[in-house]
């Protein structure tokens, strides 16, 4: 069946980004980036594989310290964009001031989370640097990796107080 004749697509082009204080652009491009450097990594250790019966050792630590990083930058994006997970059958019924409330409230607990993940994880950060942690593949300061955590999960919840206070503008659903 053509995409376009698929009942599960939405029809028409996808809609507009929401326009936001940040531009979503910071975590679009660091996706491609992220992803290019997936991809370079990937590509280089097959060639090396391939012509040499070896490997690179520091490239499944670094791609699975990227996969993590490319999830979390997607998810900011996804928040910032509200599309986030939810079950539409609740956040979508009732009126339209029950689904603003919802939409707030749902931002609202997506902030909180992310900084009390954020807050929770400096420990973490904090420990690794103290206690001179080495990556187990290459041996590289583990804070090097696990600073990121904070980072990350602090945009996010700025993205989310961002939609809390998009969605409590009149109008807004």
Same mark, same amino acid.
């Given at each position: 069946?053509? *995409?376009?004749?698929?009942?599960?697509?939405?029809?028409?082009?996808?809609?507009?980004?929401?326009?936001?204080?940040?531009?979503?652009?910071?975590?679009?491009?660091?996706?491609?980036?992220?992803?290019?450097?997936?991809?370079?990594?990937?590509?280089?250790?097959?060639?090396?594989?391939?012509? &040499?019966?070896?490997?690179?050792?520091?490239?499944?630590?670094?791609?699975?310290?990227?996969?993590?990083?490319?999830?979390?930058?997607? %998810? !900011? /994006?996804?928040?910032?964009?509200?599309?986030?997970?939810?079950?539409?059958?609740?956040?979508?019924?009732? !009126?339209?001031?029950?689904?603003?409330?919802?939409?707030?409230?749902?931002?609202?607990?997506?902030?909180?989370?992310?900084?009390?993940?954020? /807050?929770?994880?400096?420990?973490?950060?904090?420990?690794?640097?103290?206690?001179?942690? &080495?990556?187990? %593949?290459?041996?590289?300061?583990?804070?090097?990796?696990?600073?990121?955590? *904070?980072?990350?999960?602090? /945009?996010? %919840?700025?993205?989310?107080?961002?939609?809390?206070?998009?969605? %409590?503008?009149?109008?807004?659903?």
């Amino acid at each position: 069946m053509p *995409p376009e004749n698929d009942p599960g697509l939405p029809a028409g082009p996808p809609p507009a980004d929401e326009p936001t204080r940040v531009p979503l652009k910071i975590e679009d491009w660091l996706t491609v980036l992220i992803m290019a450097a997936l991809a370079l990594i990937t590509f280089a250790n097959v060639l090396v594989r391939y012509f &040499t019966d070896s490997s690179f050792a520091w490239t499944e630590e670094f791609s699975v310290f990227l996969m993590i990083l490319l999830a979390m930058v997607a %998810g !900011s /994006a996804a928040v910032a964009r509200d599309r986030h997970i939810r079950i539409e059958y609740f956040s979508e019924a009732g !009126s339209m001031a029950r689904r603003k409330r919802l939409a707030q409230f749902g931002a609202l607990m997506v902030a909180l989370l992310f900084f009390l993940i954020a /807050a929770l994880s400096v420990r973490v950060v904090w420990d690794d640097f103290r206690f001179e942690e &080495t990556s187990p %593949g290459i041996g590289v300061p583990q804070w090097w990796y696990s600073v990121w955590l *904070p980072i990350v999960c602090t /945009a996010i %919840g700025l993205r989310a107080v961002g939609l809390f206070v998009r969605r %409590g503008r009149a109008g807004t659903p």
